[in-house]
Nanobody, 126 residues
Framework: QVQLVESGGGLVQAGGSLRLSCAAS????????MGWFRQDPGKEREFVAG????????YYADSVKGRFTISRDNVENTVWLLMNSLKPEDTAVYYC???????????????????WGQGTQVTVSS
């Protein structure tokens, strides 16, 4: 059974940091692109960051570039999102997702991802 379990969300002041984790099981993690997305109520789910199967290629939304870092460990079957210099507009539910691909390319289209976690809330106060 495929599972993606996010953790690490919470309430933080603007300028602070959080590290989200996503533990994967039930599939061959090292054959999958991993992505982080976020969604505010009433808005579409938006791409935040992605990392290809080997970890050599990462891709970020312009809104988080330079502040967020995505990484993965194919032995621990885990992907992380380190979020620094958080802003109130980063407030959202953050989702981890996986897409079967052994290519270098990282998609930012949520429709291309196969499996999703339940999400973790991140709230940034001003």
């Amino acid at each position: 059974q495929v599972q993606l379990v996010e953790s690490g969300g919470g309430l933080v002041q603007a300028g602070g940091s959080l590290r989200l984790s996503c533990a994967a099981s039930g599939f061959t993690f090292s054959s999958y692109v991993m992505g982080w997305f976020r969604q505010d109520p009433g808005k579409e789910r938006e791409f935040v960051a992605g990392i290809n199967w080997s970890g050599e290629n990462t891709y970020y939304a312009d809104s988080v570039k330079g502040r967020f870092t995505i990484s993965r460990d194919n032995v621990e079957n885990t992907v992380w999102l380190l979020m620094n210099s958080l802003k109130p507009e980063d407030t959202a539910v953050y989702y981890c997702a996986s897409r079967y691909s052994r290519r270098y390319y990282v998609s930012d289209d949520p429709g291309n991802y196969d499996y999703w976690g339940q999400g973790t809330q991140v709230t940034v106060s001003s």
